[in-house]
């Protein structure tokens, strides 16, 4: 097998094994691999560092999919359409990446990473927080850049909610909230006014 193959099964097993297991050891990798402990270390220099790419990774994921959203308002959807789709797609992105949110968010070995990576990504001066701030302003109508980032601040915390939630309630529960219609419609208008 090539040394990128290698390197490729590597990552997705320890990704296959976060999601599923909210975790992994190196036994349990290698094991899941078939390949030696010191394939791991050559390719990634420890787990501590390949945590770290998945952890770019799913961080990378999210911000393209909410940047997509961010077009949306460019392109004329209304404000209530645009959460009600942030909504689902944050939620459903958790869901389906319910054990690596909790390995990233839960798991003392991995939370400092975490955190800076997410502060970076989402509250730093980036590529990604100028478009956000851009579209917010527009739909806001406003271009003072605080009030920007107090509503920024305000749809990220709404908008991260669902998935905070569902980390710490597993699958029961919040699947059944955020999957009602009704509920979802009065989360959003609450949303909406929050914003306003």
Do not use: C
């Amino acid at each position: 097998m090539a040394k990128e193959d290698i390197k490729m099964l590597i990552l997705e097993k320890a990704q296959e094994l976060i999601k599923e297991k909210g975790g992994f050891t190196i036994k349990e990798l290698t094991d899941a691999t078939h390949v030696n402990i010191a394939a791991v270390n050559y390719h990634f220099g420890s787990k501590e560092n390949l945590t770290k790419i998945i952890i770019q990774d799913v961080v990378t994921t999210l911000k393209t999919t909410l940047t997509a959203y961010m077009y949306m308002l460019e392109q004329g959807t209304n404000m209530y359409d645009f959460m009600t789709e942030i909504v689902n797609s944050v939620y459903d992105f958790t869901v389906q990446n319910a054990g690596l949110w909790q390995y990233l968010f839960l798991s003392f070995e991995s939370q400092q990473e975490t955190n800076y990576e997410l502060i970076n990504a989402f509250f730093s001066d980036n590529e990604f927080t100028r478009i956000v701030y851009k579209h917010l302003a527009i739909a806001i109508g406003t271009d003072n850049a605080k009030e920007v980032y107090a509503r920024y601040m305000i749809f990220f915390a709404t908008g991260v909610a669902p998935m905070l939630i569902q980390l710490m309630q597993g699958k029961k529960g919040v699947t059944a909230t955020f999957n009602d219609e009704e509920f979802k419609a009065i989360y959003v208008t609450q949303m909406m006014k929050l914003m306003n």
